[in-house]
């Protein structure tokens, strides 16, 4: 019982911090209102006790009125965080009331008790709304204005104390409400500067974290998404190691302004680092916070490109609730995104996925030899990639398989042919920036979507940037372009695309149409080949079709003459149509590879 008392009377713990509580604004009324009853009912009992009485003085009223004002701290105490803000004002009435009757059972209108007043106007001027306070000093009026009368005599000869009470009471009050609203501008500068980073005006980790935890449970409560994107500069080190910490500065204003310029008025933006930022996507899924992610990403690289350090920026991407319930767990998400955005080579965009952070995340350390350490993550990727859009690794090692026995068959150089089987297992590296929501949807892609999925050729050649795969990224990049010119991403035609991507679309055509897939059964290997002979000469180089048709009797399927027609129908390149596939269409079979 003790340790309750004490630890609700006391400002204070013993290691400095504030006093436990429940809700702090009425925790704090409470102990105020407890301390000012509690004080006032202890200097009327000194009064009493201790000081010669009045002729008219009763002694056993003023007694009650102090237990009365001990009554009232204890229901402070009592109370404390229970108390609700209109009981507050009762009491402080109930304490009104009580100084009255002590002015009236002192019996002489010259003893000072209204002086007692003050502690009731300075509460109700700080703690209540001004309405709420003129209504207390109103009460405070009548209360003194009855015990005067009652009083007679020559109380009522002396006006002049009673209006000069009031108004001391009154000024008081009022400049109590003045310093309250300067302490409360002052605290709320203070709390912006704690949550505000100084230099980009952007919101500080301490900020970001309360409305990223604010977001999070309105998105729960709402069941709608919460996107993530966490950013981190490029070669930041190198820019404040050549240019000095003053460019560093000016680098991350000017990045905070496009970061800033590029967000939704409810989107939340962050310096959570020292080159690391964030942004808040309420209501976008990870599809939408990855465009945004490539749109800074191309204004960054832009704005950035004639610097002495040109810098870029490569983002982490997340949603909740796909990668994560928690904003620990989202955090973490992104933070394994953004660590693969840096490990595939800078300035560019990835979504989590539970796959390709488990092979990124041990990758740190194997750059003995740095080309193949990054080979070996990159093939790593490769299988992982295979198995969150397949949910096999099989589909990557099967096109570079069609892709080596079809160089082999084109009489391509030996070191050319592991190249061309190596491209074949890397093909679709790209798809790392694809959200989960394109890769995996059952249904047709609309035209957005569609848009987003013909980004990952120029993603992989980006992911592939290496002196030891140069060859291997131009071939991954033109590997859906088409002989008839509709292809993506730069709409090559005919002897403009390397023998090699040729290769490599033919292999992911065939492979992909004959294997399961979410947004459509397998077909039958009969099917998939007559869906390559139709798009011979306007979607697939004949030449490279008839090489895989040839593979494919040679490895046991049944000898079709069509395919041997194929074969031989015109040079390589040739621009022309089959019939069921006209130029800048695609056979049925062949959606989305």
């Known amino acids: ?16 911090s504030a006093a436990p509580g429940g809700d702090p604004d009425r925790v704090f009324m409470a102990r105020c209102l407890a301390y000012l009853y509690g004080g006032g009912s202890t200097l009327g009992l000194i009064s009493v006790l201790f000081f010669a ?5 009763n002694r056993n009223g003023l007694l009650a009125t102090i237990v009365g004002g001990y009554l009232l701290a204890g229901i402070c105490i009592a109370g404390f965080d229970r108390i609700s803000h209109r ?13 009255g009757l002590a002015i009236y ?15 009731v106007a300075l509460y109700a001027f700080y703690f209540f709304t001004p309405l709420q306070a003129a209504l207390q000093l109103l ?18 000869e002396q006006p002049t104390r009673y209006l000069i009470a009031l108004g001391t009471l009154t000024v008081a009050g009022v400049m109590i409400g003045f310093l309250k609203r300067d302490l409360q501008q002052l605290i709320g500068r203070l709390d912006t500067a704690a949550r505000t980073d100084a230099l980009t005006g952007l919101l500080n980790r301490r900020g970001f974290e309360q409305v990223f935890e604010s977001e999070l449970e309105r998105a729960r409560r709402g069941g709608h998404a919460l996107g993530l994107i966490v950013g981190d500069l490029d070669d930041f080190k190198a820019l404040n190691d050549r240019c000095g910490h003053h460019a560093g500065d000016e680098g991350l204003t000017r990045f ?12 939340t933006t962050a310096r959570i680092g020292g080159e690391e930022f964030a942004l808040l996507l309420p209501e976008t899924t990870s599809d939408g916070a990855w465009r945004l992610a490539e749109r800074i990403r191309q204004d960054v690289a832009e704005a950035f490109a004639s610097g002495a350090v040109p810098l870029t920026v490569s983002f982490g991407v997340t949603c909740y609730p796909d990668h994560g319930e928690t904003g620990e767990q989202l955090l973490r998400a992104a933070d394994q995104a953004l660590y693969a955005a840096k490990e595939l080579g800078r300035n ?3 979504v989590h996925s539970a796959e390709v952070a488990s092979i990124l995340v041990g990758a740190t350390g194997r750059r003995d030899a740095q080309s193949q350490g990054h080979l070996a993550t990159m093939l790593s990727l490769a299988e992982a990639l295979d198995i969150r859009d397949s949910g096999t690794a099989a589909h990557a090692h099967t096109v570079g398989r069609y892709a080596e026995g079809m160089a082999v068959r084109l009489g391509l150089p030996t ?25 995996r949807k059952p249904g047709a892609l609309d035209e957005h979507e569609w848009a987003v999925m013909r980004k990952h050729s120029e993603t992989g050649a980006r992911i592939l940037e290496s002196g030891s795969l140069e060859d291997v990224r131009g071939w991954v990049l033109a590997h859906h372009e088409r002989p008839d010119g509709t292809g993506y991403p730069y709409g090559l035609s005919a002897e403009q695309i390397p023998i090699e991507a040729s290769i490599l679309a033919v292999a992911d055509a065939y492979e992909a149409m004959t294997s399961d897939r979410v947004y459509r059964p397998r077909l039958s290997t009969a099917a998939a080949r007559e869906q390559l002979i139709q798009g011979s000469g306007s979607q697939f180089d004949p030449t490279v079709v008839g090489a895989l048709l040839e593979l494919l009797d040679a490895e046991g399927e049944a000898p079709r003459a069509a395919g041997a027609a194929v074969a031989h129908n015109g040079h390589r390149g040739a621009n022309g149509s089959e019939a069921g596939s006209q130029p800048g269409t695609t056979a049925p079979g062949l959606q989305r590879l």
Not at 1 to 16: C, K, V
Not at 87 to 99: D, N, P
Not at 105 to 119: A, I, Q, V
Not at 141 to 156: S, V
């Open 1 to 16: 019982m003790l340790s309750i008392l004490r630890r609700r009377l006391s400002w204070r713990t013993r290691d400095g």
């Open 53 to 57: 009485s009045q002729p008219t003085e």
């Open 87 to 99: 009981t507050f004002q009762v009491l402080s009435t109930c304490g009104t009331a009580l100084i």
């Open 105 to 119: 059972f002192n019996g002489d209108p010259r003893n000072d008790n209204e002086f007692l007043y003050l502690l």
């Open 139 to 156: 009460i405070i009026a009548a209360a003194y204005g009855w015990a005067l009368l009652a009083i007679g005599g020559e109380a009522l």
């Open 256 to 267: 905070a302004a496009l970061l800033d310029k590029a967000a939704r008025r409810i989107d």
């Open 348 to 350: 560019r965009s990835v």
């Open 415 to 439: 070191a050319r042919v592991e190249r061309v089987r190596l491209a074949g297992i890397l093909h679709d590296i790209g798809k790392i920036g694809v959200p989960d929501s394109i890769l």
